[in-house]
């Protein structure tokens, strides 16, 4: 599944992960994605938003 906001275009970010013996490992962390119901030009769709644009009130939920 890809893990790309559909609002803000938030995407994975690989990095190191450090142990504490300071062993490197690749690694990659994902944005918190989540599948929600969007109100978009007067309907209703699916799509792929990350929590802090939910929080921000970037996207609007349908009525229910």
Do not use: L
């Not at 906001?5 to 994975?12: A, L, N, Q, T, Y």
């Not at 970010?13 to 994605?33: A, D, L, T």
């Amino acid at each position: 599944m890809a893990a790309v906001c559909e609002i803000c275009d938030k995407k994975p970010n690989f990095s190191y992960q450090v142990s504490f013996s300071h062993r490197r490992s690749k690694r990659r962390w994902n944005p918190n994605v989540q599948r929600i119901r969007i109100w978009d030009d007067g309907t209703v769709r699916r799509a792929r938003v990350c929590t802090s644009c939910m929080k921000a009130g970037k996207v609007q939920r349908p009525p229910q």
